[in-house]
């Protein structure tokens, strides 16, 4: 009888674990269901080993069968696994009076976002309804390098856990960015007007080990008048922070 080597079992287990996470890492809010071609084109697998990947997953409730023909959605281990790791950060919980608050106060849309293994995520939206147009953005989604909240964790931590997510920046756009992340760390707050989209101002949120969230209010365009939105946002970022135990000076 042949001896198999335990190492060779073990770097295999290590493989599919880590596929299965790069297969459940490809959906999000905007990406709820694929099909295993999909899968395949966006991992590098043939087909044949995408769906058997997909298949096991629907068997251990990590994927579900999607509302289209051949298509997989996330499972409900994944929404219990969600649900719990949400729950158990408790700034989740403590922010949300907070913004609360601040939505009332300044008629915008409040969100709390705290660091994801790849990057900046929308964790806690309080929508403002006061208005004809409703700005919101959907919890769970992964902000971009342009993003005011991403300025704040770069410019209050060494950045690396995002580097995947400036390495498509030419020279001149990372040489932008880096002024914008310096400005935002010098005037504690970050703000971002692109054309025709929502305008952003976000402030940083910490605790005793340092930044671990931000808090930002959305307007459908340019502020005008920025220094009351911008006292209150501060105002609750402050608030939070302390609550969370950072030392405010």
């Known amino acids: 009888m042949a001896n198999s080597d335990p190492s060779d079992a073990s770097t295999s287990d290590i493989q599919a674990v880590a596929r299965v996470g790069q297969i459940c890492a490809l959906f999000g809010p905007r990406i709820p269901e694929l099909t295993a071609a999909d899968i395949a084109d966006r991992t590098g697998l043939n087909r044949t080993t995408a769906y058997r990947y997909c298949a096991s997953m629907v068997a251990a409730g990590i994927l ?3 509302t289209r023909r051949g298509a997989f959605a996330l499972g409900p281990l994944m929404l219990e696994l969600g649900a719990l790791a949400l729950g ?15 939505r009332t106060a300044v008629r915008m849309t409040a969100v709390l976002s705290v660091q994801g293994p790849q990057g900046p ?4 939206v309080e929508e403002d309804t006061s208005r004809m147009v409703v700005v919101t953005v959907l919890p769970g989604t992964r902000l971009d390098a342009g993003a005011a909240q991403t300025r704040l964790f770069l410019a209050h931590t060494d950045g ?12 001149v756009e990372r040489a932008r960015l880096d002024a914008e992340v310096t400005a935002a760390r010098q005037q504690g707050f970050a703000y971002v007007r692109p054309a025709g989209a929502p305008s952003v101002v976000a402030a940083p949120v910490f605790d005793e080990t ?6 930002a209010i959305l307007s459908p365009g340019d502020i005008p008048d920025l220094s009351p939105a911008l006292e209150q946002l501060q105002a609750a970022a402050g608030a939070l922070s302390a609550e969370l135990g950072a030392s405010i000076a």
């Open 121 to 124: 995520v929308a964790t806690l």
């Open 210 to 215: 340092g930044i671990v969230a931000t808090v």
């Open 88 to 102: 158990r950060q408790r700034i989740v919980e403590i922010a949300r009076p907070h913004l609360q608050r601040l």
């Open 64 to 66: 579900e069968r999607g």
């Open 160 to 171: 690396s856990t995002m580097e995947h997510l400036l390495a498509g920046l030419t020279p």
